[in-house]
């Protein structure tokens, strides 16, 4: 396989988790009785750009399909999260009613309800025809494409440049990152700003937060790569900020590196040179991440044993895409976790793909009142535990698996 930026044969590994169906591909009863298509799950470090990248088997077409069943909005969090953003950049970038804001993957609104609320103008651009008509029903303006060069271009001659660009969660999900990163180029205003937010791959390798692997993601980005890959193809990164989401991200602001206007950042400089102090241009820097994961798959099998042999009841919570890599690598089944809860009604009444688990309503939590409950979206691990705190009054307890097996 070659590098998807700048052709490089790849031949250093990061990890092996074997194979593992499309982490959002959820199963109903009748699908359930039907052979499931496995991938293999392996991603390759790029010597000479260092992108870390997932090796290619499934198109993006198949992976985000018409009945994509991830809806940003059921996360209290990210709503606030969302929110927040919209507040910082409408005040720094002087937005107003003569601007344009132009979200790619805008998923169901949870972002541009709060750019509409303020009156901006504002596009969404979402190839998944589910949450795109779930931001329909908030009054946004969305279109179910794929974005690039070529759409871009196409909103260009409708007179639809951006002042504003927000990509959040998506840059990592592109396979043709170089399109897609000139997409943005083309599309902005001569003093237009892309930001854009995706987990760091510093805190991935740190944590080793391998269940953040799926075929979804082709990507994990660092800025040393970023920063290359968005050079490359008609962008600057001109600051950045450390921010908490998923684990710990990044989020980037870029500008057309022809037509800029604003100086970069000391945050810039320092974080290229932390990336290079730790090592991330190195081979050794990606030598252990295998043995790390692979703790964590048998201290998890370990713990739902003892569990199972000691008459205990664990049921998961949040049917998320990392619980399912997760869950997979480590062979769980229903014989060791007997449901997943998910708030999402997309979801419910579903089976995980691969392991099969059922997902059901959080009703079941109260009747069934489970010693453990295994929250497999760890990055909202104190929003669920708010959330379900009740579970204190049988003495329940909660586990996390990533990074290290934990108990509250």
Not at 37 to 66: H, I, M, N, R
Not at 258 to 267: K, P
Request: aromatic fraction near 12%; hydrophobic fraction near 40%.
């Amino acid at each position: 396989m070659k590098c998807r930026h700048c052709g490089t044969e790849l031949t250093l590994p990061l990890i092996d988790l074997g194979s593992a169906p499309p982490s959002n591909a959820y199963l109903t009863k009748q699908t359930l009785k039907a052979p499931e298509k496995w991938y293999p799950l392996s991603v390759l470090v790029c010597q000479e750009c260092w992108l870390v990248q997932t090796e290619d088997y499934a198109g993006a077409e198949e992976l985000f399909d018409a009945d994509y069943a991830y809806f940003s909005s059921f996360s209290t969090s990210w709503l606030q999260h969302a929110k927040q953003y919209v507040d910082d950049v409408v005040t720094r970038f002087s937005l107003d009613a003569n601007s344009h804001v132009v979200e790619v993957a805008a998923n169901d609104g949870y972002l541009l309800q709060y750019v509409k609320d303020k009156g901006i103008p504002c596009l969404g651009i979402e190839p998944t025809a589910s949450t795109a008509a779930a931001a329909r029903a908030k009054g946004i303006d969305i279109v179910e494409e794929f974005f690039g060069v070529a759409y871009a271009e196409k909103l260009v001659k409708q007179g639809k440049q951006a002042d504003l660009t927000a990509a959040n969660n998506v840059l990592a999900h592109v396979p043709d990152i170089n399109d897609f990163v000139a997409g943005f180029a083309t599309l902005l205003k001569t003093q237009g700003v892309a930001t854009f937010e995706f987990p760091h791959l510093m805190q991935m390798i740190k944590f080793t937060q391998f269940d953040t692997i799926y075929h979804e993601h082709f990507s994990y980005l660092s800025l040393t790569a970023v920063n290359r890959i968005f050079e490359q193809n008609g962008l600057q990164v001109f600051d950045v900020q450390e921010i908490t989401t998923h684990g710990g991200s990044l989020r980037v602001f870029a500008q057309r590196k022809d037509q800029g206007q604003y100086q970069i950042t000391n945050a810039v400089t320092r974080l290229l040179a932390k990336e290079q102090s730790i090592g991330i241009t190195t081979v050794a820097y990606y030598a252990d991440f295998q043995q790390r994961a692979n703790k964590i798959k048998y201290d998890l099998i370990d713990f739902l044993i003892k569990a199972k042999h000691e008459g205990k009841k664990v049921i998961a919570y949040g049917a998320a895409a990392k619980g399912n890599t997760l869950l997979n690598y480590a062979g769980i089944r229903p014989d060791l976790l007997s449901c997943v809860v998910d708030r999402n009604p997309a979801k419910q009444n579903k089976y995980l793909p691969g392991c099969r688990i059922p997902i059901l309503d959080e009703s079941v939590i109260s009747h069934e009142k489970p010693d453990y409950i295994l929250i497999l979206p760890w990055n909202l691990r104190l929003e669920v535990m708010e959330q379900l705190n009740y579970i204190r009054e049988w003495s329940g307890k909660f586990v996390t698996a990533v990074p290290i097996l934990r108990f509250e």
